[in-house]
């Protein structure tokens, strides 16, 4: 018989002066002594990106966007999932305020091989990291992108304490660059955030992480 190991009820992105959190009501049970394989990532530190039970149950209540948890369906890129949510349709997720290279461009309505350089290794990472999982999504603005994605940041949990924020992740370790939305509201949705983004791109190009010492 499965144990109940506790109910976490909080959720956090630390991604800049106003730290986003939100609800969790979940058994981590389900997810303790998971491990990520895959040649890619077995060899990463994750740990600067965790965020500790604690650290979300103190902030729960400053959440106020839409969170879900949601079964990751496909990972399309290293930016890009597929997800199913509770009680709605499957739908795209795009991570908010990173960009990973291409590995897909539409010619003529048809979708080809674009393979940018570091583009298989970013798509590799994510899938490691989140394929198959309950993942949570914090939606870091109120409208979808062009493409009818969600931008939001992404947490999954591996563990006790181990609550790994995806964008942050991808962005530190130099799967990511750093974007910056142009739409006046998600700028004002995301005032103050751009100081944090900014240290873990200049972190991962300082240390040649990445696409900083591959594709440069």
């Known amino acids: 018989m499965k144990k109940v190991v506790f109910n976490v009820i909080a959720i956090i992105i630390l991604f800049g002066g ?44 400053k ?13 399309a890129d290293g930016d890009t999932i597929d997800v199913l949510c509770p009680f709605g349709k499957e739908e795209t997720i795009r991570y ?13 309505g048809k979708w080809q091989e674009d393979n940018q350089c570091y583009g298989k ?7 490691e990291l989140v394929e198959g999982k309950k993942v949570w999504v914090l939606d870091q603005s109120f409208t979808k992108d062009v493409y009818n994605r969600r931008i ?23 799967f990511a660059t750093a974007y910056y939305s142009s739409n006046p509201l998600d700028k004002f949705l995301n005032t103050g955030k751009e100081e944090n983004i900014e240290y873990f791109e200049s972190k991962a190009k300082k240390n ?9």
């Open 18 to 61: 106003g730290i986003v959190l939100w609800n969790i009501v979940d058994n981590v049970g389900e997810a303790v002594g998971e491990t990520i394989a895959g040649a890619v990532g077995t060899d990463i530190d994750k740990s600067s990106y965790y965020l500790t039970d604690e650290e979300l149950l103190g902030l729960f209540s």
């Open 63 to 75: 959440s106020t966007l839409a969170r879900n948890k949601c079964q990751v369906t496909r990972v």
């Open 96 to 108: 908010a305020h990173i960009d990973t290279p291409e590995v897909w461009k539409k010619v003529n």
């Open 121 to 127: 290794e970013a798509s590799n990472i994510n899938k």
């Open 152 to 174: 939001s940041n992404v947490i999954v949990n591996e563990g006790k304490d181990k609550n790994l924020n995806v964008n942050v992740f991808l962005l530190g370790e130099g």
């Open 208 to 216: 040649n992480k990445g696409l900083w010492g591959k594709c440069n």
